[in-house]
């Protein structure tokens, strides 16, 4: 068997870049360790970029998050029971982002890889690259109990943050820069309409909140949690209290509540991995960085790297140049390394650290004058949430 690229990971790094591969007339083969309606079942990212549109649209995967996603042209601030309002439109010359669920682009791209016929396999165990450093990698994997071998011209890891690929790499040909958060995210679903229209990201004296949404009618909510927390020490409506007192009177006084239909605590950690290339294979999305969610680039940064990745290896079948996949780890890694500062100071700024020194919480308090006075600083922001050019 062969595939001129075999891409780890049916997240959304692996199905997007699939998408676009398969496009242009490039043969790709998906490896998932998980099955699809495992996948399916996660509930993570809700805010996309234009960039990120963008790239859906161009790979024909665009259509119901045109129908059913919501275009938010700002957000809001709530900081000492201070509230401030993020114009992204006015601040970033007319641009937004949309909000839609990971969960969602996940199901229209397999939807649209299995239209497209391209192979796609679910609960393949073992998944193994070879001989990347050569001139001949090859794939390796267990599927119904039988050995399975690919060979093929490219490997990309899109297999996550706990992937088999960024773990392949001998140790002393990769560097990593890592900063564990001493907090986690207990994060709440519920068909339940949103408080606000927009997002709302509250910095309180008893920690971090946020409101989001999937729709008019659905909602996601997040409260900062201990790290070694669990959801099981959450009643219901201990987290509706919680989130009610760290927002401010208006929007606690929206906040309706009901039975969440997941609950779950996301760790935070910011993490890179540097190059995001080695020999034939490349890294892309969580397997080579990890952003604390604050900022909603995860998911975003993703899609950057596969907007590199596609049109590098594109070039490579079309025009038989090597100067894309070359590039490809330093351009990726200027724009990672961008939206990790943007998501550790959002972070910094809005989450009570329990180890703070009265001279960090002022820092904390500074930081928002500064956003409240100057627009400059809130451009600065603006652009970040809405996207850094690719
Ligand atoms: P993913 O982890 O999504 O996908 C990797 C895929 O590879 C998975 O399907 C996995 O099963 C598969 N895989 C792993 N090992 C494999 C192997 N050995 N062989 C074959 N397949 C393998 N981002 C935001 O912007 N906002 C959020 O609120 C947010 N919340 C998050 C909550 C959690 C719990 C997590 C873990 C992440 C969250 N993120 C959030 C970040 C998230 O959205 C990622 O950025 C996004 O999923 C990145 O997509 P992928 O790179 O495709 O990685
Ligand atoms: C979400 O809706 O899940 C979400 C939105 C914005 C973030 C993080 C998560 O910054």
Redesign the pocket.
Known sequence: MRHQVVI???????LLLGALLHQAGIDTLI????SRE??LS?I????LEDGTVGLLRKAGVAERLAREGLVHEGFALNFAGRHLRIDLRALTGGRSVTVYG?TEVTRDLMDHRAASGAPVIFD?RD?TPHDFEGPNPHVTWTEDGQARRTACDFIAG???????SRASVPARAIETFERVYPFGWLGVLADVPPCSHELIYAGHERGFALCSMRSATRSRYYVQCRADDHPARWTDDMFWDELRRRLDPVAAAHVVTGPPIEK?I?PLRSFVAEPMRFGRLFL????AHIVP?TG???????AGDVHYLSEALVEYYQDGSEAGINAYSARALERVWKAERFSWSLTTLLHRFDTSTPFERRMQDAEFALLASSEAARRVLAENYVGLPY
């Not at 490896?31 to 998980?34: A, F, N, S, T, Y």
């Open positions: 780890i990971g049916a997240g959304p790094s692996g490896l998932e360790r998980q495992h996948v996660r993570r990212a809700g805010v990971q393949a998944v899109c297999d996550g943050y706990h992937g088999a779950s996301a892309a999305g969580d397997a969610p909603a680039k995860g998911l975003n940064l993703a």
